[in-house]
């Protein structure tokens, strides 16, 4: 049971299997039944894992026997909530699609995504967490083309080639790093040991940089994002915002921290400056927004600018609340992008000026939505303030001013998402409205699942603080010179 | 008793699931049942504990129990647990929520009865309770912290339960937000402490605090950032605006939340913090300063408002300046009495006014009331009481209280007293004017709301006669020794108090001169009651309020501009911020790049095929120029 | 045998290149001015052959005769050329119904 490839194989399996069922009903059961699975298939990891910082339940066979590239997958305490968090969510995500009529190529696309996240959460080699990077883009591309809406063919392009762009960088940058060792190897072990001269941590870092900073986003890297989320179906936005862009956050920690630590040293003032700035800045546009994904998203810019800033803070607290808080963001957004689209399904518009007084007529979804936007803001017993708590302490640790200007979070954070609850929730229903119907079924089923882990994780952090203190812990003591 | 203190607020929270959970599916009086019992339940339990701390400082120890329930988190060296602390403070602070709450649960039961979201209302006021009793029980910061933004969120959904009403629902935001720039600074101190003292809990914190020297900077800038976060709770310069709009609340709420208990966390903070704040004294003189201009504006407010509820929460603001005002100087167990009493007297106040308010079918301007005092006895004689005791008037509560902390001020700073005393007599003035409004006079409403003029159910008559006793004997829990008193509850506090390495400012003057601050303010008061009578009691015409467009009154009567200028300064610049951003820094300006450099791969991508013309002829020419120009360049380069 | 190469030798080498490379500059004017496709093709003809009697002078005067085995593949290689060539060109013709090359300018971007 303990096999980590079987976590790999089943999405791949489920791809192939829905690529061929047409018939909507069907399709989405087999992708909820083969999520679960996963799911169910990831549990003896956690009962297994042990929480220390060691390398567990590893694998690796040779993948390309001439260049000694491996198929190399192993599972950390930094690796484990992520991949805890991608199959938890993902059958989520599934079962916020039931109310449409998607086909079984929609699922299989979700699934194969699955797979390249996975692989790249659990790849022990640069070659396997690359190949697992660029194939976790492509179905992600053609779930937002295929049924996405508006400009969604000229958007995607944008979409992919920034975000291609960026691989590319971290590609030569991988090429140069193989080179380096004595014996070829993209192995993280080697990579981590080559002990580079200043210069060449230089250029890795900012090679590597660009390409997570593009994923993540980190300002100035972020103006793929709103369009996209804006564009791309429910499911896509709940994907890319959930999970992917966790991807560019594990990047920096499994990856750019310990090959360049000297270059992330001697830059992190920079990085947390835009991190900061960043911060600030998608809080503020999110003021006026009209748009609701268009809100969220740039609140999303905001969440995951403090979740970087606390990863170059280079702080037990930052980093550790970084691992929290990418949970917690990707419980909370794929919570409001869901609440965002059956408001949309129901009302047929997304514009917040046409939205008010639902309240009345969805009691249980005003009161899930206030938990999960609570969550969101940071109050304390939600999940939400462990995370930016120990964020702020690492920033603070870093320098006082960081954690002033990011802790203004705290309260742009309250201004943006009480207003975007205001103008959803409160007040008068529009007098044209259609009637509106409280959610019940699927809908209510993930809302209460959200819910209970925002408030879960709120009382009990240490479920996920827990795997992974003694990793992030080895990963500060490896790289402190 | 003191291990069970953790069922203090879980009792209340359990409520709050078992009345959320069923608050559409049961009949309202069980909805009523459930949440008061949870609240009557906390307060015995309340009340054990206080016995037990009572009793352990009758034995003389210093009575402070500590009560560990879980682990919360820890990283690194960070170890965040979830504890309780039962000392003479929060076992006082208990008293005040279970006991004002549970009246107050009480009450609303009839004030609420024919409001649809009974259940919903029960379920947040019990939530309130649970995340209140979290802020007085925690045995360290960050738990305090919980209840802290815990307390505002429950002041967020009660503030906008009538949620239909935009402009409540603005109301409850605008509360959130202030309330948050308040944490924005309790966080930042809670960094502070942590890497001054390595540790959030109050024993070790103030334990390693008292090594310290005076004005220390890392003390001085922790104690004002607390501060920061007093002031947004509290409702201080700048950040007071808040409270008043709060009003749009059900008054049971009012009442609780933004009179009795949740505004005088910032009075507990302080007042917890003693050790930290008598090492500081500049953040001493700057506290005493923000108070007593609180206290003064306030007032200065609160004499021409209409709506009685506003008059109210202007009072309230200004009240706990005069307790900001006494920690300022240094009289720390004044302000907490004030606390004490303020609870009893505001509380009963604004259930009055509530009773009123009832009364007159959702009237809520006082020029629209007046002549009541035979309709509604209970509701007169017990307003009544509360008005002399916030009036200051002995032996009523308000009398000891703010006598304490004004002797107190007189010996820091007399330019303080004096302005205090002003203060005192704006207070008198306004709540006197108040109560002839309203009870005096003839009735200026609508015959319709004459017709349906009557008192109160018991529901609601019995928690005002309850809190008026206590309004009346509330004082002489510390009486002072000039009076003949003892200072029983600074005996009490003491344990809490007298951590710290340096002395607390001790009252020096002579009770001559006590006497005569005594006489002076309560003459005054006296005065201004006999003023506002002939001013109001008799003139059934108060539209002439209107004709005095003299500058002072005008600026008394719009609130001194300050939420326009708020809007001005920050709100709107904000506003058009975000839309430049948007607009021209985020689309023009950062997108515009990206797209520029995608764009000029385009155009030059256009430009250069325009060699691709497909004519072979073109194609053999550039060859052929080419291998000339290559044989050229060997020519020439050898 | 001998007497064939002592001819060939009797002229000097110079001219023979330039003479050939004459031949190839009056193969590469026709290439690049000329618009007839079947024009084209001769004047590649001329420009090999003119590579042809450069190679065959060479391998006369250095005696060595894999200079010629050179001639008879490019011989070879452009009679196939212009087989496939004109085939081409009647391809071409049949569309068009002329033999312009500026004709012929589809392929472009």
Sequence with gaps: MDNLFILLLIPVVAACLLCVVKEPTRARWIALLTSLLTLAFSIPFLIGFVPDASMQFEQSWMWIETLRLQFHIGLDGISLPLVLLTNGLIPLIVLSSFGKRYSGVF?????????????????????????????????????????????????????????????????????????????????????????????????VFWAFFLAFAIKIPIFPFHTWQPDTYTQAPAGGTMLLAGIMLKMGVYGLLRWLLPIAPFAVLSYSHIILILCVIGIVYASIIAFKQQDAKRLVAYSSIAHVGLIAAGVFSWQVEGIQGAVLQ?????????????????????????????????????????????????????????????????????????????????????????????????????????????????IKGHELLVLSIITFFTIFLGVWPKAILGLSEAAVVNLLNQIKF | MSALIWLIPLIPLLGFIINGLTRNSVPKIVSGIVGSLAVLASFVLSTLAYLEVSA???????????????????VGSLRIALSFLLDPLSAIMLLIITGVGFLIHLYSCAYMAHDEGFGKFFAYLNLFIFFMTILVLGSNYLVMFIGWEGVGLCSYLLIGFWFKNSSYASAAKKAFIMNRIGDLGFLLALFFILEAFGSLEYAEVFAAASGMSVGAPVIVIITLLLFVAATGKSAQIPLFTWLPDAMAGPTPVSALIHAATMVTAGVYLVVRSNVLFLLAPLSMEIMAV??????FVAAFIALTQNDIKKVLAYSTVSQLGYMFLGLGVGAFTGAFFHVLTHAFFKALLFLGAGSVIHAVQDEQDMRKMGGLRKALPITFTTMLIGTI???????????????????????????????????????????????????????????????????????????????????????????????????????????????????????????????????????????????AYTKYAKNVDVADDKKQESLLYRLSYSKLYVDELYATVIVRPLGKLSVFFFKYVDKMGIDGFVNGVGDFFIGSGKGIRQLQSGHVGFYIMMMVISVVAILLYGIFHS | MENFLTQIQGVPLNHYIIFCSIIFA????????????????????????????LLAAFSAYRGDASGQVFVFFIMALAAAEVAVGLAIIVMVYRHTKSVDIESLSKLRW
């Design chain 1, 107 to 203: 699922y299989a696309l979700v699934s194969f995504m699955q797979a390249g996240l996975l692989l790249v959460f659990l790849a022990r080699d640069a070659f396997s967490f690359y190949v697992g990077w660029e194939l976790a883009l492509i179905p992600i591309y053609f779930i937002c083309a295929l049924w996405g809406e508006g400009d969604r063919i000229r958007v995607n392009l944008k979409f992919f080639v920034y975000t291609f762009l960026g691989s590319i960088f971290m590609l030569v940058a991988l090429i140069y790093l193989y080179h380096q060792g004595v014996v070829k190897s993209l192995e993280w072990e080697s990579l981590v040991s080559l002990n580079l001269s200043e210069d060449a941590q230089r250029w």
């Design chain 1, 326 to 438: 990418m949970v917690n963001h990707g419980l909370s957004v794929v919570g409001i992008f869901f609440i965002i689209d059956l408001l949309q399904e129901r009302t047929a518009t997304r514009s917040l000026s046409a939205w008010g007084g639902f309240a009345k007529p969805m009691p249980r979804l005003a009161t899930v939505f206030l938990i999960i936007l609570m969550g969101a803001i940071g109050l304390p017993l939600t999940n939400g303030f462990i995370g930016e708590f120990l964020l702020l302490k690492g920033l603070f640790d870093y320098g006082v001013w960081y954690a002033t200007f990011g802790g203004l979070t705290l309260i742009l954070g309250a201004v943006y998402m009480l207003r975007f609850y205001q103008k959803t929730m409160l007040g008068h229903l529009q007098p044209d409205a259609k009637p509106m119907i409280d």
């Design chain 2, 56 to 74: 352990a400082r009758d034995a003389g120890s210093v009575a402070s129990f500590t009560v560990h329930v879980f682990d919360w988190f820890s």
């Design chain 2, 290 to 295: 923000v108070g007593v201009v609180t206290a």
């Design chain 2, 389 to 531: 005791a916030i009036s200051g008037i002995p032996p009523f509560a308000g009398f000891f209280s703010k006598d304490e902390i004004l002797a107190h001020t007189f010996q820091h700073q007399p330019v303080f007293w004096v302005i205090g005393l002003i203060t005192a007599l704006f207070t008198a003035f306004y709540m006197f004017r108040l109560l002839f409004l309203t009870f005096f006079g003839k009735f200026r409403g609508t015959a319709e709301q004459q017709s349906h003029v009557h008192e109160s159910p018991w529901l609601m008559t019995v928690p005002l006669i309850i809190l008026a006793i206590l309004s009346v004997v509330g004082g002489f829990i510390n009486v002072p020794e000039a009076l003949g008193g003892h200072h029983a509850l600074q005996a009490f506090l003491a344990p809490v108090l007298e951590m710290g390495e340096v002395n607390h400012t001790v009252l020096e003057l002579s009770h001559m001169a006590e006497y005569v601050l005594m006489g002076v303010s309560v003459l005054g008061a006296l005065m201004m009651a006999v003023f």
């Design chain 3, 26 to 53: 009056i193969g590469v004017t026709g290439v690049l001015i000329r618009r007839n496709v079947i024009i084209i093709m001769m004047s590649i003809e001329l420009m090999l052959n003119s590579v042809n009697l």
